[in-house]
């Protein structure tokens, strides 16, 4: 398959831990990036890699790869978390793929 | 700090062609590919291709190939993305993206601020 599978809606209460999957052929080949974006902006990566933060990223934010299963972990989610959420990867073509996005909200 | 910045709106008439540069700064231009990127509105990111900012070579998506022309100009450090036989359903804000690659991982950092291109007669 040439797609990215995320569920599209997940909710978190306040302070909560929220898991959000990507599922993909393609993250046999490269692990996945997670971006975040919100309303009106371009989006911004929040892990790479195995699990790798940016600068800037809180250490709440955490990834895992496993088979063709990607996870973004938020810990103690924050109001400010509240976005949505996309993975990335490239297939042994060279092509890049997306998920649809799940959008999170925090309650 | 690394930057990349687009070029204005557009509003285009079915048909037409649509030309979107993307200005970078703060790195070597020529060792990085430059990417571009579509997302409609309400809807996920849409990989369109890339450009080698050395050579110039290029790649795209099964679904633009025919359509899409992506160059730069090393001495600019500026890339363009023309999209051409525009219809509705290109409507969508366009962005370039460097990609980076380290750690296994293949990703976009950092983005433009994106252009909206709108397909209307």
């Known amino acids: 398959s040439s797609e990215l599978a995320q569920d599209p809606a997940v909710s978190v209460a306040l302070g909560q831990t929220v898991k959000i999957t990507c599922q993909g052929d393609?993250?046999?080949?490269?692990?996945a990036t997670w971006y975040q974006q919100k309303p009106g902006q371009a989006p911004v990566f929040v892990i790479y890699?195995?699990?790798n933060r940016p600068s800037g990223i809180p250490d709440r934010f955490s990834g895992f790869t496993s088979g063709t299963t990607a996870s973004l972990t938020i810990t103690g989610a924050q109001a400010e978390d509240e976005a949505d959420y996309y993975c990335?990867?490239?297939?042994?073509?060279?092509?890049?793929?997306f998920g649809a996005g799940t959008k999170l909200t925090v309650l | 700090q690394v930057q990349l910045v687009q070029s204005g709106a557009e509003v285009k008439k079915p048909g037409a062609s649509v030309k979107v540069s993307c200005k970078t700064s703060?790195?070597?231009?020529?060792?990085?590919?430059i990417h571009w990127v579509r997302q409609a509105t309400g809807q996920g990111p849409e990989w369109m291709g890339w450009?080698?900012?050395?050579?110039?070579?290029?790649g795209s998506a099964q679904k633009f190939q025919g359509r899409v022309i992506m160059t730069r100009n090393a001495a600019l450090n500026t890339a363009y993305m023309e999209l051409t036989s525009l219809t509705s359903e290109d409507t969508a804000v366009y962005f370039c993206?460097?990609?980076?690659?380290?750690?296994?991982?293949?990703?976009?950092?950092?983005w433009g601020q994106g252009t909206q291109v709108t397909v209307s007669s």
């Open positions: 993206a460097r990609e980076v690659y380290n750690s296994g991982t293949y990703r976009f950092d950092p």
């Open positions: 990335q990867s490239r297939d042994s073509s060279g092509n890049h793929l």
């Open positions: 450009v080698n900012s050395d050579s110039g070579d290029t």
């Open positions: 703060g790195y070597t231009f020529t060792r990085y590919d």
């Open positions: 393609s993250l046999r080949y490269s692990y």
């Open positions: 890699g195995q699990n």
